[in-house]
């Protein structure tokens, strides 16, 4: 027996993309789904937040990306190198729970500083997910189904963005039409506080059924001969995950900073999507959510399954830069939907427009992050991904909600050009970040042909 606890060695589980592999992708996708629901809810409380504490757009942006963003950001590495050694899916749990309690706790928030500190801990608590995720489902499936199966993970986003538009508007149209009421041990309390307890306890559910989940089997590892397969793995310094990824500078620079830019676009749309209905064409909160929803889920779950089977068909081709090629791809096609926001001047096209965007900026969703778990070994997974995540969250989720908040304020000077906030936005971001991430192109492949070794 070797000096490492019972506790800390892996669970054998079975290889492959069986039956029990799609099982965890599912339930690692609920929990992707409930952490978009409780994330993107607050772009359907811009009016009521704005009003109960009299912000500006810009103060809102920072309550819904920056303050989420920062933190989840930061906190991301730690957590993978937790990820990256300890028990994955004790990790995911404990940040579930988290993140709902947190939460919950928004809704007790009685000024700008105690909802933006809430919503830090939000932060915080998802952080635990993204890279222990990847690395579960890249352990659990071979290469030439993992675009598929990252994509499924991240319908979780798409479903639980559109559920938090389309439940959530219900729920805060149920809670706005109440009014100020007299809640036992809280007092006054607002509609829109009551939203955040609704959405925030049901993910404690989802953390029971997380520990349903076993371990799986690390494969792709760094390991030294005689090494058992199941020990675990060795803490890699962090000067060495450093290095490794300093000698690949130019794949790894240019793929997350031409996403990150991308993803400010991306974020952008997704936050100020209900906005832009309710603004430009007059909706209601409720039918503003509902509509949205609707087309997050359909459109955004449609182009993550299309970017995936894309991605998995060039890459099994061995078109080592597949991945990226659909990144690539998924911004030529987005630029002139999202660019046409700014001139739609019906619903319908409004709609279109939208979907249009949406279906297309869906396609990077899954593979992202993917490229960056096809560049490194096992032991630095978990660390290199939480990197992509918080380059690509403090400038996507961080400061693309607030550029087009800044535009709408200080630019047009009008609530109403919140349209043209979002085209220039597009415009001006998606060109820049295709050609960041073409001039990395053939670094990416030669990385990703080079990381074939660790394969297993």
Not at 27 to 44: C, E, H, K, N
Not at 79 to 92: E, F, H, M, T
Not at 215 to 234: F, S, W, Y
Not at 412 to 434: E, G, Q, V, Y
Request: with cysteine.
């Amino acid at each position: 027996m070797t000096t490492e606890t019972a506790a800390e060695l892996p669970v054998a589980a079975p290889p492959g993309n069986g039956l029990y592999a799609w099982y965890v992708v599912m339930v690692l996708m609920m929990a992707q789904m409930f952490s978009f629901i409780d994330r993107m809810i607050m772009g359907l409380l811009v009016g009521p937040i704005r009003t109960s504490f009299n912000i500006s757009d810009t103060q809102f942006s920072l309550l819904a990306g920056l303050a989420f963003a920062i933190f989840y950001a930061v906190m991301g590495l730690p957590l993978a190198r937790i990820a990256d050694r300890r028990s994955r899916r004790v990790l995911i749990a404990i940040g579930i729970s988290f993140w709902s309690v947190m939460t919950t706790l928004c809704g007790f928030a009685q000024g700008f500083w105690s909802l933006f500190a809430a919503r830090v801990g939000v932060g915080v608590g998802e952080a635990a997910l993204g890279p222990a995720a990847y690395s579960m489902i890249t352990d659990y499936f071979p290469k030439k189904s993992l675009a598929r199966a990252l994509s499924v993970y991240t319908i979780g986003v798409t479903v639980g963005s559109g559920l938090a538009y389309i439940i959530g508007g219900k729920i805060v149209h149920y809670a706005l039409s109440l009014g100020t009421i007299d809640i036992p041990l809280l007092g006054h309390t607002e509609g829109w506080q009551i939203t955040f307890f609704a959405v925030g306890f049901p993910g404690i559910l989802i953390a029971l059924l997380m520990m349903t989940v076993r371990e799986p089997a690390r494969r792709g590892r760094i390991q030294a001969p005689g090494t058992l397969a199941t020990a675990t793995p060795p803490a890699i310094p962090v000067r060495e995950v450093v290095a490794f990824l300093v000698a690949r500078k130019g794949a790894f620079l240019s793929h997350i900073l031409g996403v990150s830019i991308y993803i400010m676009a991306v974020f952008s749309l997704n936050i100020w999507g209900p906005e832009y209905l309710i603004r430009t064409f007059g909706f209601a909160r409720a039918d503003a959510g509902l509509t949205f929803g609707i087309v997050m889920i359909v459109m955004g779950t449609s182009g993550l399954m299309c970017g995936g089977l894309l991605a998995d068909r060039w890459f099994s081709r061995s078109t080592f830069d597949a991945y990226s090629r659909v990144i690539i791809l998924s911004m030529l096609c987005m630029l002139p939907f999202a660019a046409m926001l700014g001139f739609a001047n019906s619903v319908t096209l409004g709609i279109i427009c939208l979907s249009g965007a949406i279906f297309f900026s869906a396609f990077q969703g899954g593979i992202a992050g993917g490229v960056i778990q096809l560049m490194v070994p096992n032991e630095m997974r978990g660390q290199a991904v939480a990197l992509y995540f918080l380059i690509a969250n403090l400038v996507g989720l961080g400061f693309g909600p607030t550029v087009v908040a800044a535009m709408t304020d200080y630019v047009f000077k009008d609530d109403a050009a919140l349209n043209k906030s979002l085209a220039l936005t597009s415009a001006t971001l998606i060109p820049l970040a295709a050609v960041i991430l073409l001039s990395g192109l053939g670094k990416v492949r030669e990385a990703v042909r080079s990381a074939q070794e660790w394969t297993t």
